[in-house]
């Protein structure tokens, strides 16, 4: 999905920080999700001998009465529940979400890495709240009437995760489709005026036990974790590694609600440390960078993922 679909942001060399209206606007993707269009993809990534392993988030078009408990809410499900039939269908194994109605935000940017390299952090936490026609970040209808999204209590927000994967996960596992939860970015508890789910490291937990099972994981961002003020890292690497799908590699210094993000191995995050854990457990996922601070060259955003890259490659031949 293209998070900056006509937004103001579109078309930067850089991570979106946003600006209280949203990324961009949702609803681009429905073709992404049909069978051909994913078939034909395939083809191409493994015609260049790679695997193509998940796809991450669902377009807030498609289910933002899920998230907001909406009108649509019925059609939305059975929205998705197509979607994960056709990533079944196409043999791709793993979707990762994030049940969030902030979606990421409260970013600023500054020389935060090493160098001076450009990146994301935070500095407070956004209290704006959300307008009407806008979730995750994304607005999926323009001409929603004045005012904004109500607030609702965490356990509300728990109570729509629950409908949410009870609905899916049995479509999943006819599928062979694991979901896989990202954690609060930021995790914090409260943000733009609506609840979190996932902010401390034991939270994850909490998701796990709602439905049990092989289909039900994790996407295991290191550098939210990282950011929570509760827990540890490395216990919690091992505590969850198991129930991990996918792992998002990124470094951070600081906690919420003022933390910036460095360069993969710079910040408070030991990663030889990371990645000889999950070899302790025979972690046999998907390990992947996550957001990076810019290069000072062309293409500045992607040669700090392939920087990030080459050293995760490297760590796991050699550790
Ligand atoms: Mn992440």
Known sequence: MDYFNKGSQKDINNQPIGN?????????????????????????????????EAIENFDPADWHDILLDGPKKKKQIEILKQ?????GKAGIRVIGYNFSLAGVCSRV????????????????????PIPNGMVWNMIY???????????????????RLEYFLGELLPVAEEAGVKLAAHPDDPPVPVVRNTPRLVYQPYMYQRL???????????EFCLGSLSEM????????TRQYADHISYIHFRNVIGKVPAYKEVFIDEGDINIIEIIRILKEKQFNGVLIPDHTPQMSCEGSWYAGMAYALGYMKALIQTS
């Open 83 to 87: 979607h994960i039939r056709n990533v």
């Open 141 to 159: 209808d323009a001409a929603a009437d004045d005012g904004f999204i109500p607030a609702i209590s965490h356990e509300e927000l728990w109570q």
């Open 229 to 236: 003020t509760e827990g540890d890292i490395y216990e919690a």
């Open 109 to 128: 940017t500054g020389p935060f890495a090493r160098g001076s390299a450009v990146s994301v952090g935070m500095d407070g936490v956004d209290h704006r």
């Open 20 to 52: 209280g209206q949203g990324w961009g606007i949702a609803g681009q993707s429905a073709r992404f999700w049909e069978l051909d269009s994913m078939l034909r993809l395939k083809k191409e990534i493994n015609a260049a001998g790679l695997e193509w």
């Open 208 to 218: 796990l036990d709602i439905y049990p099972g092989k289909y039900n994981t994790l």
